[in-house]
């Protein structure tokens, strides 16, 4: 494969892309240590962090005990203490048991302290179903934390950004969340010749287009970009909008895709109703009311909680035919 | 094995020895079968071994009644299986058939049985407490007269989760068993590496509960031990803690690359397996035999090849199905 | 006041109305029972459940020790073991704790387990601002469960509502939450002759009008009321559609009302971005595209954990004035 | 109180006594003020008051060093004016002015202070225990030689973080004192109604952690015991954990009616009150007297009056600043 890749660019995983970013944190700042289940002895639950414990030592490299509460919090403690803590939780239905100290305590800190504590804390978790995990492992709950101030979320699908955005979630003074999708690990893709920091402002367009906008984040851009090449066979030239942050959400990048293609379609692979893709539907009504022939629609996770079984676990998420689906609909104008 | 093998004690009824014995073989087989079929993409998504630890299983099944509730964990297979679900609809489930015990929706973490009252397979560790707890306390409530039996590994000791329960339950003085499986790792994280106190009988009694250490290896300490448990709760005592110290022979999961432990240590497990040691006894009994072992082989083997059958002629549930049993749609 | 009241029809405040539905509750379902932080000695942090103990007991007024998670999960279990449980949680921002068992088990058993294990339990909680609590207890935080499949979302905002829905959620074999705005425990209203259980399938419109709709929930419904008084001066007749049911959400109702008056503010105290308010924009996009000249406006909780200080928590809470404004400028047409 | 009243031992410097009680008094006085503010209407929201429990903030105070943090509940209006912050920017705190310690938008159960690590004036009952393990940690990898001490009441036992972290600080061995205020009840809610072992130190032994056991209501008791405590802690020898058992003279919040506990109840421990008591006891040693303790009242009556004045005279934050300090905004 690597013979199609140009020089200085590395074709890398996903995986190796997160653990490389992980590694460069680790390396230049003291101040950084990953905690979390399993992060160390056991190489880490979709092992990025493999080999970091003989490395960094089990003081950076931090094993926890099952205690998501304690250690979220413990993180929130140690940023309040001049660390700047990465902590890991294996998936996002576990973050439920540290929902009161990533809600309560990590996003009110700094306002309810009159502007004096805040709270430099970085939490990584895997989110998204496809594996057939079942209901207590493959939900995607980004809303949930999107919806509260005090929070940033990250939702990096490329290498790239996974690679860059815990830099800047690192530099950034604030609770940061990054979402990491279970299918994305092992997948591949090409990292830039000096990779770094990336910026976490701004959505980006990872794909040029004038006939459709599929406006996506995280596992699901994938299946945006194959829904895209299915379409421009059947004529239709999709534009594909990576929001990269859900919260804040880039509402210009939002509002001019919008404006070009003036037919829009959104993914997420959350439940429907009150998600993400509810509140950026409702943003584009309100800031390109006159721009759209069509109302946009939505392709989300159907709402149940993800079950088992492969058909039914596929029926439930979001897939390629429903994306093209939907963006015909919208093209074809009858909203 | 060397060392000379005690035979069993004269108190201790052969034929129901021999039944204990092939409850776990019976367990064991089955673990085994369903390595094979998710190497072989049968069974998906996570998969969770009881090898090991089927003398816990056994012993503590022999004291569950038909009344009383089991709350389990992932790893609930031979929990399962030793409850009386059917092999043929656990290993349906395991393949996403509609015939599975959880109509194929649960698979293999989250396996549920109305008429045993197996109240799932749960896979957010800790999170079967509160449950259990619960379910003891409708029982006290009513009067059922039924224990909740709530099974669950020592790392989820460590969650706030279990604080909070065994304190309600000790409090209110509510009929649950609480079996702690304590295979010494939660996936990769060693007891002393998860617990500053790694003597977890001291936990449960400084909620004023009672408790009790047990050799998880030795099913007749399982059952006796379980035995025990159940007076109590049932008499109305309030709740009682097991900890059975076992092992776990496999891997965590099927994506576990065991780097936290030596082959060496598990080998030196496996000459002390549950099923080892306690065929040795039976025979040293003479209540077991190269044939009657065969026999007993035999039978699983023909179960388990029966229950693959009925697994793959399973019907997949069709997809217009998907958003049934979201909601309870009849008022009751 | 009484002298207002018409005959049969008895006026009583939300406090009391919520009381006597649960003291119907115990007195005709031996199997339901209250279970919550200081419920019993104290009489309840609302004083809702004044006298119960002395009356049903301390085995049907369970007192808990401070462990939102354990008796949360304690409710579940003894649902599934045949009790029906009305599980107290003082504050809405303190389910944090137990989100694990209300999203991970309550939620998903039933599914999950295909379709043997309902959970028939009820859990209220007191939710909102405007009583100066501060960051941590005077949060909207609705929509986060409202995201989630397998649970009903109610919010009573009438005296009949709160008495009412208590019942019908103890009948239903589904998970229930019940929010209750601090605001409106000592707000009185009218009950009718007979009050009893109610439908929760169906929004309600508490307000004729043909100008502008405001849809709203809760603790809002009275602020939409008061702005419909001042509009009215102005010359705006405004329709005010109550959800009551913020999952499953009435589409019909809503969009028979924006059908009406094609003029729609959806009045919300959750933060804005993620909240349900995006949800009901986002379906009147969608299902009712072709009938709005103007942008659907939202009035909601600006986003920020809501401070002590009195002028900057008004500030932050959806005041009068401001969805006077809102319509107005619906209105207007300016969308 | 007609039973003889015991002088000070010979080791306790007068003048240091004198200090404790007048530190004593000064919160003493505070809090009786913020109730007159509160039924005045210039105090909002929920206020609970720590008047009873003085002794205990006054004995622990003394061995918190500056680098230390100070990690406190909803009722902690004393911590905060002894650990240094001043009356002034508390009392603005409760006007929900500008001028206080957390610009008026944390108010009573939300005092913070950057100068003295005062972090917070935290509501969610439980939730400082993280926090507080994690300052530790970082005191630990950083070597700064900070103790974080934890400040919670004797409900908060119960909840889940504390059984999380007690077990993360014994484990990691962290500089954490944490500190039981133990006043018997939770709201309503009297501790052997929230606990099944009442007897609390067992709890935190169960962790392997030390522990004792402390008067609550005798400043000099709080005082040595907090002195040991901080020795443990600051030489590396982990977490230390003080059940300082007090009492709540006032009501839970200016919303209870106090039902669950008897007037008389109340009056007899008033009568063995932290600063009753001690003023005896300073009077029989000859280190306080009437005049003396009229200068004192005096003086703490200005510097309240003061902190009035200051906070009448303080600006509302401009509305136009609510959406300041949601995020830090430059980059660090
Ligand atoms: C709340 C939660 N955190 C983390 C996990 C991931 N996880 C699954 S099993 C496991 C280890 C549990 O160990 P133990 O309780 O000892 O049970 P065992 O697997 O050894 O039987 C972990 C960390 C989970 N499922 N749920
Ligand atoms: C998580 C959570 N649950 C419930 C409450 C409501 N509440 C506030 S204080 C309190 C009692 C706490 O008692 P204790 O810990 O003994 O402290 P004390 O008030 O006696 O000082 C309760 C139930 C809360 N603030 N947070
Ligand atoms: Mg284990
Ligand atoms: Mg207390």
Known sequence: MSTRVPAGIREITYREAAREGLHEALENDERVFLMGEDVGRYGGSYAVSLGFLEEFGPERIRDTPLSESAFVGAGIGAALGGMRPIVEIMTVNFSLLAADQIINTAASYLHMSGGQFNVPLVIRMATGGGLQLGAQHSHSLENLYAHVPGLKVLTPATVEDVRGMLATALADPNPVLIFEHILLYNRKGLLPETPGAVDIDRARVRREGTGVSLITYGGSLWKCMEAAERLEQEGIDAEILDLRSLRPLDDESIMATVAKTRRVVVVDEGWRSGSISAEITARIHEQAFYELDVPVERVCAAEVPIPYAKQLEDAALPQVADIVAAAKKVVSGNG | ?332
Chains 1, 3 share one sequence.
């Open chain 2, 1 to 332: 094995m060397s060392e000379a093998v005690e035979p069993l004690p004269d108190d201790v009824d052969g034929e129901y020895a021999l039944k204990l014995f092939a409850e776990m073989l019976r367990v064991r087989r089955f673990e085994e079968k369903c390595a094979e079929m998710y190497s072989a993409g049968k069974i998906r998504g996570f998969l969770h071994l009881y090898i090991g630890e089927e003398a816990v299983g056994s012993g503590v099944m022999q004291s569950v009644a038909s009344e009383d509730a089991v709350v389990a964990t992932y790893r609930e297979h031979g929990h399962a299986l030793l409850r009386g679900i059917s092999m043929n609809a656990v290993m349906a489930e395991m393949y996403g058939k509609q015939e599975g015990c959880s109509r194929g929706r649960g698979g293999s973490m989250h396996l549920f049985d109305k008429a045993t009252h197996f109240i799932g397979g749960n896979a957010i560790v800790g999170g079967g407490f509160p449950v259990a707890v619960g379910y003891a306390l409708a029982a006290k409530m009513q009067n059922t007269g039924a224990v909740a039996w709530c099974i669950f590994g020592e790392g989820a000791m460590a969650e706030g989760e279990f604080h909070e329960s065994l304190n309600l339950a000790a409090l209110w003085q509510l009929p649950v068993v609480f079996c702690c499986e304590n295979n010494y790792y939660a996936m990769g994280t060693a007891l002393d590496r998860s617990e500053s106190e790694t003597h977890l009988v001291d936990k449960a009694r400084s909620y004023k509960m009672d408790a009790e250490v047990v050799d998880g290896m030795d099913v007749l300490a399982t059952e006796a031990a379980a035995r025990r448990a159940a007076a109590h709760a049932r008499s109305g005592n309030g709740p009682y803690f097991l900890e059975f110290q076992t092992y776990r022979f496999r891997a965590h999961s099927m994506f576990d690359a065991e780097r936290y432990r030596s082959k060496e240590e598990v080998h030196e497990h496996e000459l002390q397996g549950p099923l080892r040691i306690f065929a040795a006894r039976l025979q040293a009994t003479g209540v077991l035999d190269d044939d009657k072992r065969a026999v007993l082989e035999a039978e699983v083997a023909s179960e388990i090849d029966a229950a693959v059958t009925f697994a793959e002629a399973g019907t997949l549930e069709p997809v217009s199905e998907l958003r049934r049993f979201v909601y309870v749609e009849d008022r009751s």
